[in-house]
């Protein structure tokens, strides 16, 4: 068409060049809302799968972990390197098997004059970022806050670990203290439980009850007043034990071993496994 076409006699522009001329424009602006509803729905999409967390401990701050874990290191005896090796290996693993924010809590076996022991480590599982979608979230980030996360609670647990011995290891008052502070928090009815034990199960409370002299009757330990004062409520918790060999013991053992099940069995609690770890000094 002739550029003159395009005009009326009294030089108006034809309706066909009005639409023409038009065409750009309207096509511009619908890639514009196209564009602004994108980002909207992002912006969106990213606030609603957001964490409010706390600072220091990384966890959810407006909701219960998916799971919980406590950790109970024995550092009543040095450990030797192959058996503190084997230890950190172990709890690498259970800290990357965390789901993400799932919680950990790490106890020390209180020392004589203890009652109640608690935490030395609240922590939670910022996640990997590797579920992220980088169209709407940053796994980069995520990646920098898990690695800060998984390095600081390694050396956390190796610095407890090698903590001065001590003369003696309460660990039945240890395990109530888990389940007052930790396992028996309104905040966490319905969350999954697990206890790991990481020792040589030798309870050593001089005045009322030493392993070193031999395993109890678990019958009369449950009828003792004894019983009555350190046992807990671990109904539907998990147990896994570390169990640390001491080759100048001779009280370790299947028979020990049999004890500590029947303890947590009374207890309401299920030891899923006993492993040995081996390499003592």
């Not at 690695?147 to 011995?165: E, W, Y």
């Not at 299947?254 to 099940?261: D, K, V």
């Amino acid at each position: 068409m002739r550029l003159r076409d395009k005009y009326q006699a009294n030089g108006q522009p034809t309706a066909t060049s009005t639409t023409e001329s038009r065409g750009p424009q309207v096509l511009l602006a619908v890639v514009f809302i196209f564009l602004c509803g994108a980002l909207g729905w992002m912006y969106w999409k990213s606030r609603s799968l957001a964490v409010e967390t706390d600072s220091t401990t990384l966890c959810p701050t407006r909701q219960a972990p998916p799971a919980l874990v406590a950790i109970l290191l024995d550092v009543s005896d040095q450990l030797s390197e192959p058996q503190l090796i084997k230890i950190e290996n172990e709890i690498d693993r259970l800290r990357d098997g965390l789901p993400r924010w799932g919680r950990v809590e790490v106890y020390v076996v209180a020392r004589h004059g203890e009652r109640l022991t608690e935490p030395v480590i609240q922590v939670c599982n910022p996640g990997t970022g590797a579920d992220m979608n980088a169209l709407y979230q940053n796994p980069d980030l995520a990646k920098k806050k898990w690695n800060a996360f998984a390095q600081s609670f390694r050396d956390q647990v190796t610095a407890l670990i090698g903590m001065p011995d001590t003369a003696t290891s309460l660990i039945f008052e240890s395990i109530q203290s888990i389940a007052l502070r930790t396992f028996d928090r309104s905040e966490l009815d319905g969350v999954a439980k697990r206890l790991v034990v990481i020792s040589d199960l030798l309870q050593n409370n001089p005045s009322v009850m030493s392993h070193y002299r031999g395993v109890p009757d678990f019958v009369r330990f449950a009828e003792s007043p004894y019983f009555s004062r350190v046992r807990a409520d671990l109904d539907n918790v998990s147990v896994t034990v570390l169990y640390l060999q001491r080759s100048d013991v001779a009280v370790q053992g299947s028979a020990h071993i049999e004890f500590w099940e029947k303890y947590f069995a009374a207890q309401g609690a299920t030891v899923q496994e006993v492993k040995k770890v081996f390499g003592d000094q």
